[in-house]
């Protein structure tokens, strides 16, 4: 034991320990592991009350984590369907401001420039071009902000951490 415990606090928990120790489920390890010696002091030389404030609030946290996780899940799955419609619609997007921009390179008026057709016909044609080109950068923009909740849904609680947090109850309750 790494602690140092006076003879009082020794005498205690020497009294109180159990064999074996609870587990508690670990999610780093993915495995349900025995408490410490020292662990197992702590809560030995805890009060009852502080035991069931602890006990009262993971269950709030449990409560809170759940929702986030199901909350995350929802996110996670309508950001995919939304990320796939962004594509497709990119893509559509991207090949007509390809084309416009082929057709505007390759469509020289040349001496005919100060004819007032022409003219038209390239504002005309262009006036569309504009619009592609805002939504071509508006779903740019949708890329990255998908990419950054994408970031903050990797945050989120995992199903093992829910599992941590649910099981810390039975050391708990064990002393």
């Known amino acids: 034991m790494a602690v140092q415990l006076d003879t009082d606090e020794r ?7 159990r064999t074996p120790r ?15 010696e020292d662990f197992e002091a702590f809560l030995i030389l805890q009060d009852s009350a502080t035991i069931t404030a602890t006990l009262t609030w993971l269950a709030a946290t449990g409560l809170l984590a759940r929702l986030r ?5 929802v996110a996670f799955e309508t950001l995919v369907v939304e990320r796939n419609d962004r594509i497709d619609q990119l893509d559509e997007v991207t090949s007509s401001t390809i084309a416009f921009s082929a057709w505007r390179q390759a469509f020289q008026a040349g001496k005919f420039s100060e004819t007032s057709e022409v003219g038209l016909i390239i504002r005309d044609a262009q006036a ?17 902000v998908e990419q950054r909740v994408e970031q903050r849904l ?3 609680v995992s199903s093992a951490q829910l599992r941590e947090l649910q099981s ?8």
């Open 11 to 17: 005498a205690k928990v020497e009294a109180g320990r």
């Open 22 to 36: 609870p587990n508690y489920f670990n999610a780093a390890s993915l495995q349900d592991t025995p408490i410490s």
């Open 69 to 73: 996780l199901d909350r995350d899940a």
């Open 128 to 144: 569309m071009a504009g619009e592609l080109f805002a939504l071509e950068e508006r779903l740019n923009h949708l890329a990255q």
């Open 154 to 156: 990797a945050q989120s």
């Open 168 to 175: 810390w109850p039975t050391p708990l309750l064990a002393y």
